[in-house]
């Protein structure tokens, strides 16, 4: 008895409907992920928040005792060796005797005298400077000539004056002197219009020396007043931007420095305990919603990839001439081609109830720093392996022993457990599937 | 200006003025060996348009301009001399050449 087979046009048609459904859920899972990443940002910027928060409320001031209680708190001992309070000082120190310097300096003391519109002596002084060299241009230009300062060169008009006549040049220099003489109507020889000439260009470099000056001196007096108001502007932001400072360099140690060292004195004072918790929480969640995406979003997605890749392959393989006449074994056709659509949905599914179970967590305040206090399992009520998640692993290599135990007392655990959405998601999150 | 509309124009003002220019007139006399660009043998009136284009800085030295000017001085012979960058433009020329000759037409024996 033969063995039921399919050949190659029910293998293409088979081919092409799978492709379908696998860019159908590459496409679905392509759409979760842009979303979840920007959800899962969003959780990211709240924990900076809480950070800020948190720093703040551990050094409230920059003040000695604001700053023993933190280092107290925190165990940051840079906050004393580094001592920001002596640097907000030896900055203020700085800028207000900079700015003692500046208010000495006859240049910014006399500003007003010296700068005022139109009374101010310098002004003044520069703008008769300017109307001077209006005088001395008027007549610069009405010399001005392609070969003025040829002419001028050559000594023309006076007895210096060598050219021979009967070389071009000679006539080039009459020509021109003429034409500028015809300019001047009260000058009857160029040697006069020469005379002129070079008296208006002393006459006006020597002013335009006094005007660069007249302006080096406005100049310098205007970039002292502004360094003054820049110096006090920096004067009365330097407590807030040294305070800020100091808590930025506080959170970045308690970013780096294990919870469970810090956490059990953070939790010993009433509103940082519950700061710090809250803190701890959204770095916890942001850190397993952006895992839980990559292994449950991300390398299903990949997979899809290599699958419609390999897929592809097979179809151009399949359609070529010399294996029209191939037959597939049914069992191994049927198995490659069976519907994996309600297997895609299952696993979606499940994605988006342990995402949505650890994004909507608020109970912060549950937490009991320890060595004990595992997020994932809060976050999850200990009913989802976070095995692959390395800190969630790591965990259960160094606690061997540990059993999860709801943090809420029994009576909330049973209101939870007796609610349909925590029922939902228990189900959800064990499905062995 | 370019030496051929230079030459052109100066040609056409000294013809006006009564000379009868040869073109590439060579000069050989008293020493100086030079080709001008136009000379009227007879009235020992010319020019010449010194530019690089025709390679006169070589044959037209300082020392023969020298020479020429001595013997313009004395009455010998009147040679406009006309450097490259002197006539930028044709009025300056025609300028130039018309001042030349009334000049020349005075100092002619």
């Known amino acids: ?433 | 200006m370019r030496e051929r509309d230079g030459c052109a124009l100066l040609k056409q003002r000294f013809e006006a003025a009564g000379y009868a220019i040869e073109e590439a007139y060579r000069l050989d006399e008293d020493g100086i060996r030079v080709e001008l660009d136009g000379f009227d043998p007879e009235a020992r009136v010319g020019y010449e348009y010194v530019t690089l284009e025709a390679g006169d800085p070589w044959e037209v030295t300082p020392a023969v301009v020298d020479r020429l000017g001595e013997r313009m001085e004395r009455g010998e012979l009147f040679v406009l001399v006309v450097d490259e960058g002197e006539a930028a433009d044709a009025e300056t020329l025609a300028f130039a050449a018309d001042r030349f000759l009334e000049r020349v037409r005075r100092l002619r024996p």
């Open chain 1, 1 to 433: 008895m033969s063995e039921k087979t399919y050949g190659v046009k029910q293998f293409l048609e088979a081919a092409k409907k799978q492709e379908a459904e696998l860019r159908q859920e590459y496409s679905r899972l392509a759409e979760l992920d842009a979303q979840d990443r920007a959800r899962t940002r969003k959780v990211w910027e709240e924990a900076a928040r809480a950070l800020e928060e948190l720093a703040a409320a551990l050094l409230p001031a920059l003040t000695p005792e604001a700053i023993t209680r933190a280092v107290q708190l925190t165990g940051h001992q840079a906050l004393v060796q580094e001592s920001p309070i002596a640097r907000l000082q030896a900055e203020v120190r700085a800028l207000e005797q900079r700015n003692a310097e500046i208010e000495a300096d006859p240049r910014y003391r006399d500003r007003v005298l010296l700068r005022a519109p139109r009374v101010g002596t310098l002004v003044r002084a520069l703008a008769e400077v300017l109307e001077q060299r209006t005088v001395y241009q008027r007549t610069l230009e009405t010399c001005a000539h392609p070969r003025l300062a040829h002419l001028v060169e050559v000594g023309y008009g006076t007895d210096a004056y060598a050219v021979a006549w009967w070389r071009a040049s000679y006539y080039a220099d009459w020509k021109a002197g003429d034409e500028i003489l015809e300019r001047l109507k009260d000058k009857k020889a160029f040697a006069e219009v020469r005379l002129e000439y070079l008296g208006a260009r002393r006459a006006d470099e020597e002013y335009a020396e006094r005007q660069r000056r007249l302006e080096g001196e406005i100049d310098a007096s205007e970039c002292l007043e502004a360094e003054r108001d820049e110096n006090l502007r920096a004067l009365a932001s330097a407590p807030a931007r040294a305070l800020a400072k100091a808590r930025q360099a506080l959170g970045e140690h308690l970013r780096q420095t294990p919870i469970a060292a810090l956490g059990p004195r953070l939790e010993a004072d009433g509103e940082v305990g519950l700061l710090a918790k809250r803190w701890s929480g959204l770095e916890a969640k942001g850190a397993y919603l952006e895992q839980l995406s990559t292994e449950q979003v991300g390398k299903p997605a990949q997979e899809i990839s290599e699958a419609l890749r390999k897929l592809q392959a097979d179809v151009v393989r399949m359609s070529r001439p010399k294996k029209a006449g191939t037959r597939f074994p049914a069992e191994k056709f049927e198995r490659r081609f069976q519907s994996r659509a309600p297997r895609f949905a299952k696993q979606r599914e499940r994605y988006v109830r342990t995402y949505e179970t650890i994004y909507v967590y608020e109970d912060y305040h549950h937490c009991h720093f320890g060595s004990d206090w595992l997020w994932w399992d809060h976050m999850t009520h200990g009913r989802a392996s976070g095995d692959f998640i390395p800190e969630v692993r790591e965990f259960h290599g160094t606690h061997p022993d540990y059993q999860y135990q709801p943090a809420f007392d029994d009576g909330d655990a049973a209101a939870a457990v007796a609610s349909a959405d925590a029922g939902e998601i228990a189900g959800a999150l064990t499905d062995p599937s």
